[in-house]
């Protein structure tokens, strides 16, 4: 069964850090563009990160740039996101998902809940 | 603020067919045929029902569809039974160094 498995979620001060993680089993990972994507409860859907098939090629929406750090490990079928300098705007569910290249999302996790608050 | 416009809410009754509209720019929807289409359930993950504008993936009903014209994408669902009740939302391919937008969502009701 081809599954994402997101971890790392949590409740964290503004200025804080975390990082999340994303299990992939069921296909080839390392044949895969990779994303995050988070949610805002009762918002919609905003794309954070993406990562090329061999971590050679990593892009940032401009709110997260300079702060959060996408990478993977193909050997582990691991996807991860390094939070820095967290901030109350970044309180939302996190999403990894499968891309068919950089614009189609085929299979999402079922999310990890990320609150920044003092 | 989304890239892309969608109505915030539809409704129809079972059997019926209702049509969620996904409004862009030339920079977005209509420079490019890769418009997808997202179905979420409450407290669920999203679910790709639709890629590049009609392409449905495997599994997904052939109730749904999608179509565009100019800077509007549509998708339609036919027959609108009950667990088609949810929240769909729009994204696409952009010129920018994203390279992918979202809609706002719309939530679909099956009265």
């Known amino acids: 069964e081809v599954q994402l498995v997101e971890s790392g979620g949590g409740f964290v001060q503004p200025g804080g850090s975390l990082r999340l993680s994303c299990a992939a089993s069921?296909?080839?990972?390392?044949?895969?563009?990779m994303h995050w994507v988070r949610q805002v409860p009762g918002k919609g859907l905003v794309w954070v990160s993406r990562i090329y098939t061999d971590g050679s090629t990593t892009t940032y929406a401009d709110s997260v740039k300079g702060r959060f750090t996408i990478s993977r490990d193909n050997a582990k079928n691991t996807l991860y996101l390094q939070m820095n300098s967290l901030r109350d705007e970044d309180t939302a569910v996190y999403y990894c998902?499968?891309?068919?290249?950089?614009?189609?999302?085929?299979?999402w996790g079922q999310g990890t809940m990320v609150t920044v608050s003092s | 603020q989304s890239a892309l416009t969608q109505p915030a809410s539809v409704s129809g009754s079972p059997g019926q067919s209702i049509t969620i509209s996904c409004t862009g720019t030339s920079s977005d929807v209509g420079g490019y045929n890769y418009v997808s289409w997202y179905q979420q359930h409450p407290g669920k993950a999203p679910k790709l029902m639709i890629y590049?504008?009609?392409n449905r993936p495997s599994g997904v009903s052939n109730r749904f569809s999608g179509s565009k014209s100019g800077n509007t994408a549509s998708l339609t669902i036919s027959g609108l039974q009950a667990e088609d009740e949810a929240d769909y939302y729009c994204s696409s391919y952009t010129g920018s160094s994203t390279h992918v937008v979202f809609g706002g969502g719309t939530k679909l009701t099956v009265l």
């Open positions: 998902a499968r891309g068919l290249g950089i614009r189609v999302f085929d299979i």
């Open positions: 590049d504008v009609s």
């Open positions: 069921g296909f080839t990972f390392n044949s895969y563009w």
